[in-house]
């Protein structure tokens, strides 16, 4: 089945409630950067996070999670918008850490307990909407979390899980965003600190065979969930080698000039996805006549 996110409305409409499998986007993330384990689940739980946020969405509308820690595995960059499309990608995609004290993914060990969270929202206005907070915690679920309270200032909860197995393939990821709108009341709040607290992990349900709307039944067991929305999710990249010549001619005749008689030609690699482009002495010419327009 195809990876999708349910959003949901609970508590007569005082909980928004997501959930998303993102089994096969995360599995094709990790097969197109090679990451190793600890990279796999850091890049995957930023990558199900993201889509979580890109629910809030609409349409054409898009965002960047920039995680830039101070552990080994460097940045991670994601982008998603509110179709369902998500990319992203670390700095280090190749890092397997000894598990921690729980005999855990070290996640926290790979991303760095210092550093910024940072999220860039297009919403097709004039300025995008930047909001930054410090990395917290490192497990990245509590940074979101964090983010979500303290930058736009809307008490969340926010639960992301990547089962990595023996091989490095992915056996499942996802996740769930649970957001209280005005006028949750303490008792509402209490009822889902108590569930969290005994909530299995969301891969694990997702290795159960659990679907995202029984994800949030099992989260949110004493209310009647209203589904709003089914949403399918992948990973899909907007690149092209349009796109890339537009970046190309932006760098001047001289240096385009430069990489035709240094190297005969040109390879663009997209960061995000691996694609790679080749452009050839004559495509280079044609974009240097472009740029002296």
Not at 2 to 29: C, F, H, P, W
Not at 142 to 147: H, I, L, P
Not at 206 to 233: C, N, Q, R, S, W
Request: with cysteine.
């Amino acid at each position: 089945m195809s990876d999708y996110l349910i959003k949901a409305l609970a508590y007569g409409g005082l909980v928004r409630a997501y959930a998303v499998d993102a089994t096969q986007t995360v599995t094709e993330a990790q097969k197109r950067h090679d990451t190793w384990n600890t990279s796999s689940a850091a890049l995957g739980r930023t990558l199900v996070g993201s889509l979580l946020l890109g629910g809030t969405l609409k349409g054409d509308d898009k965002l960047t999670v920039k995680v830039e820690g101070d552990g080994p595995a460097g940045a991670i960059i994601v982008d998603s918008n509110g179709h369902g499309d998500v990319k992203g990608y670390i700095k280090n995609p190749h890092l397997s850490l000894p598990l921690n004290e729980a005999g855990k993914i070290d996640v926290r060990g790979a991303v760095g307990t210092k550093g910024m969270f940072t999220v860039i929202k297009d919403l097709g206005l004039k300025e995008p909407f930047s909001g930054q907070t410090p990395i917290v915690s490192g497990e990245l679920g509590e940074d979101f979390t964090y983010y979500l309270a303290v930058s736009e200032q809307i008490p969340s909860a926010v639960g992301l899980s990547v089962l990595v197995d023996t091989d490095d393939s992915i056996k499942t990821a996802g996740g769930f965003m649970l957001q209280m709108m005005p006028g949750a009341t303490e008792e509402i709040v209490t009822a889902i600190e108590t569930n969290l607290a005994n909530m299995p992990k969301v891969s694990d349900l997702l290795d159960a065979g659990k679907k995202p709307e029984e994800i949030l039944d099992t989260l949110l067991p004493d209310t009647d969930l209203m589904i709003l929305e089914e949403k399918a999710v992948q990973f899909k990249c907007d690149c092209s080698k349009d796109k890339f010549a537009e970046a190309i001619i932006a760098l001047g005749p001289d240096e385009i000039e430069a990489m035709i008689k240094e190297d005969h030609g040109a390879e663009a690699v997209c960061a995000f996805c691996g694609n790679k482009y080749e452009y050839s002495e004559a495509d280079l010419t044609a974009l240097m006549q472009e740029a002296t327009k």
